[in-house]
Structures are given as structure tokens and as C-alpha cells.
């Protein structure tokens, strides 16, 4: 326990994203003088999430990766789409293994603290005051991932869609999967005349996630997602005979609201608080990681750690396919089958990563060419 009061930084929330940056700030000898601690009123010993993301190499994230795949499927009403991922390897990490490996790292380090307390609130002055619900603190720069009261408030001229979902690891009494190949979206069950979708990652030959998801406006109740998670098994799947070992439920914001506008000289808001979810699709794993690393560049710098966190361009083409989905929601199957069909692996996965060049974002707007999308272009123009 820290018997520090004031600190350099202030990290709120231990997420994917106070932990990536933790982490980035142990790893680089010159933060060593700086006093860093992390809240947050969970110790984080549950697995509650999986993370996916794609990547060529070898990264820091190959010790506690779970499960690889270069092998995907797409599947919609009308197609069926069969992907080699190369040069690419879509990756999957439990989050129990990313917060054990994370707090294993930063806890032999002496100048970072973990404090388990609320964060109650946050005043901004000549320092950042830390108010808690047991103490106050200070720091110079703050770090917060939860997300601004301002979205919740927020006019209706900025787009809302909930990527939410459920999801069941499951075991099965045979060897009934394609380990080698995930199911990265599968249309033919569907909730109506809405963008859903089944998520399917097969772990082993006998035990796999299989997550329902929702790209809409509207939460479902929770028995909703199980009755369509039962029937895509027993009807795609084929399976009749399971043990469901876990599950996992969860809200990502897909919106152009503007998070980037409550950052300051003194607080900087990171992950979903941040905008760092790309609005478009929900990823945010590697997308974390870039803006982590442009983050301790700046403070290097001895810049303002928010400066040029975000891609003008990226944002227009994520909002103009908000707009789509929001206007015409039960676009989303066509939408990403004509992604998926009509454009190589690497420059789908290099748009996503917003590491594009401007000629791939030609051809991939014009694979996407439709009068819903250029009605949402206008408008988002």
C-alpha cells in the first residue's frame, strides 16, 4: 500500500487501457523517477472479457495469447466468404491473463502503486485533486478511462450505436471444431431486421466461444442473447451435447461523439472514456496500444500527452458508416460482406488499423458504393 499522497501520475481505471499504459510507462527507464499509481475498486481477478486483435510478428501480447487463427470465415444469407489472414494472425487474450501478467510486471516496480478505492472525483487546478472514498490525492497529469458524463447528455446529432453482447465458452463431449479457423461473423440467425451477428472462436477441437452480438440503438434483455446463442448451436453448429463453462456479457459505445473535447492540460481520458474504441467496428486492442505509445512520445516530448491522438480522416469514415447503420441498420450484413468480399485481407485489416494509404480508402469506399452511403456521406459532410 502507497503511503504517497501526491504522485507524477494518476492512472483511473485498471482496463485494457490503464494497464497498457502502466505497462508502457514501467518499460521505459525514463519515467523510473516518477511516482505512478492506478485506481480502481476492483483488483481485477475475474476473467470477464476476450480480447481479439490481428497482427504480423511477434509482439509483447505472444506470452499470454490465448489462441491464433490464420484462417477466418465470413458468412451472411447470400455468401460465404473464406479468408486467409496472411501475413496477418488474428489473436485472442483472456483478460484474466492480461490483468495477471500486467500486475505481476508493474508490482515488482517501485514507483507504481496499485490503490483500491473509488475515484468519487476529479477537480483540475495548478495540480489534478483526486477525491476517493477514502482520501484525496494529487498529481500532475491524470489518466482517467471513465467515460464522460457529457456523452450520456449528449445531443442527439452525434450517432449511438451499442455493440453489445453475450457470449458462451462451451465444452463439448466430441471434437467437433475447426480449431484452426474462427467464425468472425456469421449473419444467418438473425434478431429481426437488425444488424446481428454470431462470433465464433474455436479454442480447441471440443471448447470454443460463441458470442450473440448486437450492432443496434437498443439493449435486449439478458435471456435474448441465450435463446439466440442455444439455437445458433443446435442449428449451425449441430451440437446437441455441451457443458457451458463461461460467460461473458459486455457494452461497447460505437459513436462520433467527440471524447477527445473533455481532455485538458492536466486530464487526459483514455479507452472507451477516451474515444479509443474505433467507432466503426469496436476494436480497440491494438488501437490502445498506438495510442499508448503516441502518448508516452509526447510526454517525452514535453508535450501535452493528448496531442495528435486521433486521425481526421479515420473519424469521417467512421462516422459516415454510423450514419449507415443508424439510418438503415439491417445494412450491416451487406455492408461487411461487400468489406469482406470485395477487398484483400491486408488492406482491410491496414483501413481498420488506420495505417491505410489514401488509394486503399478509395478502393474500399468504392467496394462499399451504394446510394445508402453516399446519403450518409453527404450528411456526415
Given amino acids: ?30 519515467f ?33 495469447t490465448h489462441k491464433s487463427w490464420k484462417h477466418a470465415a465470413i458468412y451472411t444469407s447470400k455468401k460465404n466468404i473464406e479468408l486467409n489472414l496472411l501475413p496477418y494472425t488474428y489473436k485472442s487474450i483472456r483478460s484474466i491473463d492480461f490483468y495477471n501478467e500486467a500486475k505481476h510486471i508493474l508490482k515488482s516496480k517501485k514507483n507504481i502503486h496499485f490503490i483500491l478505492e473509488e475515484v468519487i472525483s476529479i477537480e483540475e487546478n495548478d495540480v489534478a485533486l483526486i477525491k476517493t472514498n477514502q482520501k484525496t490525492y494529487t498529481a500532475t497529469h491524470v489518466f482517467d478511462s471513465t467515460i464522460p458524463n457529457e ?46 451477428f454470431t462470433y465464433m472462436l474455436p479454442f480447441s477441437k471440443n471448447q470454443a466461444l ?14 435474448v442473447y441465450d435463446t439466440f446463442i442455444k439455437s445458433y448451436i443446435e442449428t449451425f453448429l449441430k451440437i446437441d451435447a455441451y457443458t457451458i463453462v463461461e460467460t461473458e456479457m459486455g457494452k461497447i459505445p460505437m459513436t462520433d461523439f467527440p471524447f477527445e473535447k473533455s481532455n485538458s492540460k492536466r486530464i487526459t481520458k483514455i479507452g472507451t472514456g477516451g474515444g479509443w474504441v474505433k467507432g466503426s467496428t469496436g476494436y480497440s486492442f491494438k488501437h490502445t496500444e498506438k495510442k499508448v505509445a503516441k502518448i508516452i512520445d509526447n510526454i517525452k516530448s514535453h508535450k501535452t500527452p493528448s496531442e495528435n491522438l486521433f486521425k481526421k480522416r479515420f ?16 445494412k450491416g450484413e451487406w455492408i461487411f460482406q461487400q ?7 491486408k488492406t482491410m ?9 489514401f488509394f486503399e480508402e478509395i478502393s474500399i469506399m468504392w467496394s462499399l458504393f451504394s446510394w445508402s452511403f453516399i446519403k450518409a456521406f453527404f450528411k456526415t459532410f
Avoid at 452480438?213 to 439478458?222: A, G, H, Q, R, S
Wanted: aromatic share 16%; hydrophobic share 35%.
Fill in 32 to 64: 523510473d523517477d516518477k511516482q505512478i499509481a492506478l485506481f480502481d475498486k476492483s483488483d481485477k481477478t475475474t476473467n470477464d472479457k476476450t480480447w481479439s486483435f490481428w497482427e504480423t510478428g511477434i509482439s509483447q501480447w505472444n506470452k499470454i
Fill in 151 to 196: 456523452f450520456f447528455n449528449a445531443p442527439s446529432n452525434y450517432v449511438k450505436i451499442i455493440q453489445h453482447f453475450k457470449g458462451w465458452i462451451i465444452k463439448t463431449e466430441k471434437d467437433v471444431f475447426d480449431e484452426n479457423k474462427l467464425i468472425m461473423m456469421d449473419y444467418r440467425l438473425k434478431d429481426g431486421n437488425q444488424t446481428t
Fill in 339 to 345: 468489406f469482406y468480399d470485395k477487398n484483400s485481407t
Fill in 210 to 223: 460463441v458470442e450473440f452480438t448486437y450492432f443496434t440503438e437498443n439493449l435486449v434483455d439478458e435471456n
Fill in 1 to 30: 500500500m502507497s503511503h504517497h499522497s501526491h504522485f507524477d501520475y494518476i492512472i483511473i481505471g485498471n482496463g485494457l487501457a490503464g494497464l497498457q499504459l502502466a505497462l508502457k510507462f514501467a518499460s521505459d527507464p525514463f
Fill in 349 to 357: 485489416f491496414r483501413f481498420l488499423d488506420e495505417e491505410s494509404t
Fill in 315 to 330: 473519424k469521417f469514415y467512421d462516422r459516415v458508416f454510423l450514419n449507415v447503420l443508424k439510418d438503415e441498420n439491417h
